[in-house]
Structure formats: C-alpha cells, structure tokens
C-alpha cells in the first residue's frame, strides 16, 4: 500500500481520502462481533431497515490498535511531499473519538469526515450547536475539525434540513455559508 502511495505522490498528486480507514483492519483471529440489539428502532446506519451492520457491536472488524502506527507510516510517507494530504473517513460506533484519535497529535491523518452535522438531531441551531460543541470539547484542539452537512450516503442536504417546507434553495445557501464559517476544513457534496 505504502509503494502504491507512494507512485501517486511521485506522479504529482496532492492526497488520499481514505474511505473507511478503520475498516482496514481486523482482529488478527477473526473473532465474531457480539450482537447488538436495536433498541427503539436505532440503527448503526442511515438505513430505514434492520440491516446487519446494525445488528452488531463492531469491536473485532474495524478500528483496531494496529491501525494507528500504520497511519504513522502513512503520514510519514505523506509528508515527504509538501503540500499534501491525508483525508480519513470513519465510521464507527464512537464516530467523533474515532475521527479525533486518527487525526490527532501531527503524526497521522490531517483531518477526517465529521458527519456530526449530517447526523444533526435536532436538525435545527441547537442539533448544530451541539454537534460543533461536541467535537470541539472532545477534540480540545488536538484535531483539525472537518465539517459536512451532506455526503452521498444520506439524502441532499437542502432536502433533509427543509423539511417540512419544501426543497428551499435558501438552505443550501444557509448551509453552505455556515460550513464555511466553523474553524475548520469545509467539504461540500455537490
């Protein structure tokens, strides 16, 4: 993976975005995931159904110890070309502690996805408020935040956060705007 990497940073490229970093790596003896009940129709997913992801505690399939000297690895490959980047995205039981432990300390990935805002509940200031206090105290300035309010997971944002009024193309405006006043790396999903 390193040399593989490392022929596209020497072609000229400026990243990765690493979709489901945390997936990269497993339990060394492939053990079964304990259940998880769904309580209250929760689910692990923005799925409208019972699904099997969500039917699982995912302790042994994803976000193993092993992964973070590996992503060392990656940034110090990484920084051997100035300018560049490692995006992460996350998906985790603990999203936001996920994203903050990758992307801290200078020595992995520079940001990840924060899917607080696509997540926002309620989609409202408070929903928003909440999410951004969230990250910021749990991070306390050791991560870079990124922030998103729609990706190609979830419906479009505009969609989502006018309801029930309609698709107003003054959300997306709102939205956008707002994104990009957080401190912070702004991604927009077109």
């Known amino acids: 993976i390193l040399d ?8 000229g490229i ?8 945390n997936f990269s790596m497993h339990d060394r003896s492939l053990k079964d995931n ?14 409208d159904f019972p699904d099997p992801y969500s039917m699982q505690w995912h302790k042994y399939d994803k976000s193993q110890p092993e992964m973070l000297p590996f ?3 990656m940034r110090a ?11 992460g995205e996350v998906g985790d039981d603990d999203e936001v502690g996920c994203a903050i432990e990758y992307s801290s300390g200078g020595d992995k990935l520079h940001t990840c996805y924060n899917f607080s805002l696509i997540g926002a509940k309620p989609k409202s200031a408070e929903g928003i ?12 300035g050791k991560a870079w935040p990124s922030w ?9 944002a505009v969609s989502r956060w006018s309801e029930p009024y309609g698709h107003d193309p003054r959300v997306a405006k709102l939205l956008i705007a707002m994104t990009g006043c ?4 702004a991604f927009l999903y077109q």
């Open 182 to 185: 957080l401190r912070g790396s």
């Open 148 to 156: 998103a309010f729609s990706n190609h997971d979830v419906v479009r």
């Open 77 to 87: 490959l990484v920084d051997q070309y100035p300018g560049t980047m490692l995006l």
């Open 34 to 47: 304990p259940a998880r009940p769904i309580v209250d129709g929760a689910k692990a997913t923005q799925l």
């Open 129 to 140: 408020r909440n999410a951004v206090q969230t990250y910021q105290s749990r991070a306390q």
């Open 4 to 11: 593989t990497m490392k022929f596209w940073l020497e072609f």
């Open 71 to 73: 992503l060392e690895r």
């Open 14 to 21: 400026d990243g990765f975005r690493l979709d489901a970093i």
